[in-house]
């Protein structure tokens, strides 16, 4: 079945630095990629999307492009800060299926 | 807009003693309903969705039981709670039709605050 496969973190970071979480995916067909954002406490949040191949999703500074050759949905951020603390999902959604999510990547920036 | 609901935020439960989560999804008509439970430290266990009233898929075997009396309610319940149900439980909600995509692109998960179960 699908699956999707991403860095497990926690991931460090100083204010400003530059973020890549990794995320890789299998599936069949044609999926729509997501990253999900979870602050402390809360429920998942949708950060961006993309429906197709070489669709790049973009929201508050964080950009993923759908790489249907590298089967791969890295989340890039060019400089993070304090408040993007938090734990990531990268998350599948093919026709048919129910959504597959990674098992998420703790980000903490540190001032 | 659409917005969905689920209580309570916070629940601390007895071994042994009965569990409902409720959740309503507000603004929309006909949505698929999920159930899923976060442990501590980890990742996302899809417990149970619904395609409609009375509908109900169980995804993994377990202590829980789902129901969905109402188009937009959504209910997780348990006779009798062990320590291993202590975790965070999300409800959420996407259009209706299978899931994963839609004609117009991709099918959107979207989760409510959540409910933090802790069973001593």
């Known amino acids: 079945g699908d699956s999707v496969t991403q860095m497990e973190g926690p991931v460090t970071l100083s204010e400003e630095a530059f973020l890549t979480i990794n995320c890789t995916y299998t599936a069949t067909g044609y999926p729509s990629l997501f990253w999900y954002v979870q602050y402390p406490g809360e429920g998942l949040q949708l950060l961006l999307k993309?429906?197709?191949?070489?669709d790049k999703g973009s929201n508050k500074g964080f950009e993923a492009t759908y790489r249907k050759e590298t089967t791969s949905f890295h989340l890039e951020k060019g400089s993070v800060q304090v408040s993007d603390s938090a734990v990531y999902f990268c998350a599948l959604g093919n026709y048919g299926q129910n959504f597959v999510f990674g098992p998420g990547t703790r980000l903490s920036v540190l001032p | 807009s659409q917005t969905i609901h689920q209580w309570p935020a916070t629940l601390v439960q007895p071994v042994g003693s009965p569990l409902s989560l409720e959740c309503t999804v507000e603004?929309?008509?006909?949505?698929?309903l999920y159930w899923y439970r976060q442990a501590a430290g980890r990742g996302l266990q899809l417990l149970f969705y619904s395609v409609g009233i009375g509908q109900i898929s169980s995804e993994v075997p377990q202590n829980l039981s789902a129901s969905r009396p109402q188009d937009r309610q959504f209910i997780l319940s348990s006779k009798k709670l062990l320590l291993s149900d202590s975790g965070f439980y999300l409800c959420?909600?996407?259009?209706?039709?299978?899931?994963?995509?839609?004609?117009?692109?991709?099918?959107?998960?979207?989760f409510g605050a959540g409910s933090r179960l802790t069973v001593l």
């Open positions: 959420a909600w996407s259009v209706r039709g299978r899931p994963g995509t839609t004609s117009s692109g991709a099918n959107v998960l979207t």
């Open positions: 993309a429906t197709k191949a070489d």
């Open positions: 603004g929309t008509s006909n949505p698929n």
